[in-house]
Each structure stands twice: as structure tokens, then as C-alpha cells.
T-cell receptor, first 113, second 112 residues
Framework: SQQGEEDPQALSIQEGENATMNCSYK?????LQWYRQNSGRGLVHLILIRSNEREKHSGRLRVTLDTSKKSSSLLITASRAADTASYFCATVISSGSARQLTFGSGTQLTVLP | DGGITQSPKYLFRKEGQNVTLSCEQN?????MYWYRQDPGQGLRLIYY???????QKGDIAEGYSVSREKKESFPLTVTSAQKNPTAFYLC???????????FGDGTRLSIL
């Protein structure tokens, strides 16, 4: 199975509410990245958190990383209809392999106006 | 504006035909990647290139080929050996390996 797995697979909330998505992974990582994908478009990088960091913020986004639990969460505060998209976590492993980002299958977020 | 451009947006392939997907970037990035995305799925790595004239197989390279003769360009050929080529193909680039990736808007390939 894939290195990163998002949970839930789908999330539907009202505008103004907070949205939380989780990502679990299996092996030690160098960094973990979150991406957003609007329907039919390419992915857009949101935030990168390194293995020695526990929390990062970017605007309405807050990412946490718990390496002991091999998990990360993405919080979007005060959500807007425009936040509707798929959100993916991607991990870069620490093994020294030249392999690249490994993506999870994503969380489909729907923000209802 | 710097960016990454994929063409065409839609592509149709006949049985037994090879098709080539274009990917060009003007971000001066060393690393480039090709991913395949199936409906409702995440991305799977086909090939990547760390630097000009070098490329490596990803997780699902069978039935695909690439070249990296120029820093700006990383075309992907879907050969007739790829039996299930219908998918959304995404090209990406990054300054170096493992750095945040910039993506193109994809090419949707279908079989006639």
C-alpha cells in the first residue's frame, strides 16, 4: 500500500467551519508535504514540514507532524467555498533512496456555501 | 511568468500507437517528474529526472519512455506496450530532488 494515507477520504463542511485532514505513513521521513488539487487541474504545493518540526502555519493553514505516531494533520480554518478541492499528503523517505514523493490517495473536501 | 506547461490538454490514442506528451518548464528547475493519476486515486510516479541527460524509473515505468535532452523539456511517450493508458498524466518540476514540486495542468489520455 502507499506510504501516505489520508483520512477521511471525503469531508463535507459548511463555510466558516474548520476542516481537519489526517495523513498516516509507514516509514521514517525526511519531510512531509501537503498539496491541493482542484478538479481537472494540477497539484499546488501548500506547505512542507520537516521531520524535526512539529507545527507550521501558512495563512489559514496549520500543519502538525507527530513522528512518533507517523502522522500529520492539515487544518484549514474558517473554510471558504473556494477551498473545495482534493488534498494530498506526500512523503519523502529518509532511507537515502532516490525515490521521490509518495502521494496518498487524498481527501476530497467540499465546503458548502 | 514562470511555469510548467503540458500539451496537449486532451489526447486520444489508437490501438498499437505510440503517443508523446509534452512538458516544458521555464522555472530553471533541475528535477522533473511524470505521474499518472487514475480516477479518485493519488499520483503514481512513472519516471523522474534529476538532471539533464539522466532519468530514473519510478513505480510504474513499464510501457512508458522519457528523454531529457534539455533542462526545460521532459517528454513522455506512452508506448503500445502500455495496455491501460487511459489516465490523467501530470508533469512536475522542482529545484532539486525532494523539494516542493510545481505541477502542470495535466494531459488527459483516452483510447479510441
Amino acid at each position: 500500500s502507499q506510504q501516505g494515507e489520508e483520512d477521511p477520504q471525503a469531508l463535507s463542511i459548511q463555510e466558516g467551519e474548520n476542516a481537519t485532514m489526517n495523513c498516516s505513513y509507514k516509514t521514517s521521513i525526511n519531510n512531509l508535504q501537503w498539496y491541493r488539487q482542484n478538479s481537472g487541474r494540477g497539484l499546488v504545493h501548500l506547505i512542507l514540514i520537516r521531520s524535526n518540526e512539529r507545527e507550521k502555519h501558512s495563512g489559514r493553514l496549520r500543519v502538525t507532524l507527530d513522528t512518533s505516531k507517523k502522522s500529520s494533520s492539515l487544518l484549514i480554518t474558517a473554510s471558504r467555498a473556494a477551498d473545495t478541492a482534493s488534498y494530498f499528503c506526500a512523503t519523502v523517505i529518509s532511507s537515502g533512496s532516490a525515490r521521490q514523493l509518495t502521494f496518498g490517495s487524498g481527501t476530497q473536501l467540499t465546503v458548502l456555501p | 511568468d514562470g511555469g510548467i506547461t503540458q500539451s496537449p490538454k486532451y489526447l486520444f490514442r489508437k490501438e498499437g500507437q505510440n503517443v508523446t506528451l509534452s512538458c516544458e518548464q521555464n522555472l530553471n528547475h533541475d528535477a522533473m517528474y511524470w505521474y499518472r493519476q487514475d480516477p479518485g486515486q493519488g499520483l503514481r510516479l512513472i519516471y523522474y529526472s534529476q538532471i539533464v541527460n539522466d532519468f530514473q524509473k519510478g513505480d510504474i515505468a513499464e510501457g512508458y519512455s522519457v528523454s531529457r535532452e534539455k533542462k526545460e523539456s521532459f517528454p513522455l511517450t506512452v508506448t503500445s506496450a502500455q495496455k491501460n493508458p487511459t489516465a490523467f498524466y501530470l508533469c512536475a518540476s522542482s529545484i532539486t530532488l525532494n523539494q516542493p514540486q510545481h505541477f502542470g495542468d495535466g494531459t488527459r489520455l483516452s483510447i479510441l
